[in-house]
Structure formats: C-alpha cells, structure tokens
C-alpha cells in the first residue's frame, strides 16, 4: 500500500534493498529533502541500514537535494566505507562549493587495498 507521497509503508522485513534503493531514485527524480529524511528513517528501522550500497545512495541523493549536512551525517555514521563512498562525499563537498572541505578529505582518503 502506498502512501499519498508514493512511498512505500512497510518496508521493514524485506528480502533485499532494492525497494529502498527505488524509493530514493524517486526522491532524487523529484529532488525532495522531505521524502529522502522519510525513507531515510524507513532504512534506519531496517536490516539495512548498514548496508554500504544504500549509505552510498543516501549520500548522493542527500548531496543533490541540497541537504549537505545529512549527506556528511551519513557519511560520518558509517562504519565501513568504501571507494564509492568516498567519491560520493567528495562529489557533494565540491558540487556545493565546499572545496576546502572536499580537499581535506580527499587527503584522509585510505590508499585502496
């Protein structure tokens, strides 16, 4: 069942994270702040909110929707990172004109194993 925003109300218990995954293309289509902090807490109450793929797509959506802050909260929650994860923060920072900040970080990146 469907909310009137279109999301999706139970999402909880579900086999994979493709669902969470076509929630937040809709809200990047659609460049809601509102509808990605929604789904956000959807993920947050899920088995994967942990899950490296949906922390990387919650920082780029966050970054395109203007919500800098959340994008960096997700990025700085985040237990385990990957190369896409960096290169999603990074793209944020400089897209939004933080090129000091994007610097830094690029420079703390790990070396790739």
């Not at 469907?2 to 086999?15: C, F, K, M, Q, S």
């Not at 076509?22 to 809601?32: A, F, G, H, V």
């Not at 899950?51 to 970054?63: K, M, P, S, T």
């Not at 237990?79 to 420079?107: H, M």
Request: charged residues 25%; glycine residues 4%; aromatic residues 8%.
């Amino acid at each position: 069942m469907a909310t009137r925003h279109g999301l999706v109300r139970d999402l909880l218990y579900l086999p994979d994270s493709s669902p969470f995954a076509k929630l937040l293309d809709s809200c990047l289509r659609s460049r809601s702040a509102r509808e990605t902090r929604r789904v956000h807490a959807r993920i947050l109450n899920s088995q994967f909110s942990k899950e490296i793929f949906i922390q990387n797509r919650l920082i780029d959506v966050y970054g395109k929707c203007d919500c800098l802050d959340n994008a960096h909260k997700v990025f700085d929650r985040m237990p385990q990172r990957n190369t896409f994860t960096w290169n999603s923060i990074i793209t944020v920072l400089t897209k939004s004109g933080f090129l000091d900040e994007a610097a830094r970080l690029f420079g703390s990146m790990p070396d790739p194993d």
